[in-house]
């Protein structure tokens, strides 16, 4: 038995409501997209612009300053986190797109390691994945909750697996480690999708908005950029 209220019998001041409410998720989630897509455009400028400098990948790939470049994001990540609700949404705005830039910077090595045809057809290949899997986060009338704690594990199981592989240089292991990757923020996409679509409250003010809108976007730039780097280790064409 279909229980689904019908709109057309709800007073009509409800119908407003429920029709404002839907088109202020739809602008902000807008948001949300546009602000990750730009960190994913700035990420890739800057990552080919750092790889076209050979000088460039001379100061920064085999000095310390490599080791400075790829800890400077994840210190970002933290400081977004600790001090979002203590800080202005144009400065998460900003930190958001250092940080984007930064990882640009630490994955430019992509461009010397694949041929530019491979990383641009793994590109798109990553992106329509990222696009169904967010748009089925989006429409799910499933609660994706239940999830959420399994990946966390199933990522920090992929950290810690990388971080022995360093020693034991195992291929196997490697071609394991980006099949789990690339289920993981699979998932991750449709769950971090969902997540953001349900803490949307109409009557944030448009500060709070702005930064839910930032968080959620670096959230998304995240799952992602992973899934774009495991699919490229599988799909990517080495030079």
Known sequence: MNTQTDPRTLPSTDVRVAAQLDVGLRKYMLRVYNYMASGVALTGAVAAGVAGSEELMRAIFGTPVFWLVVLAPLGLVIFLSAR???????????????????????????????????????????AASFSGLSLWGYTTKKDLSGMGSFLVMGLFGILIAGLVNLFLESSALQFTISALGVLIFAGLTAYDTQRIKAIYYEGDSAETADKKAVMGALALYLDFLNIFLFLLQFLGARE
Do not use: M, P
């Open 84 to 126: 979002i609700n203590h800080i202005k949404a144009r400065t998460a705005q900003t930190v958001f797109w250092c940080y984007a830039a930064l990882v640009g910077v630490s994955i430019a090595s992509i461009f010397v390691v694949y041929t530019g045809e491979s990383i641009a057809r793994v590109f798109f290949i990553a």
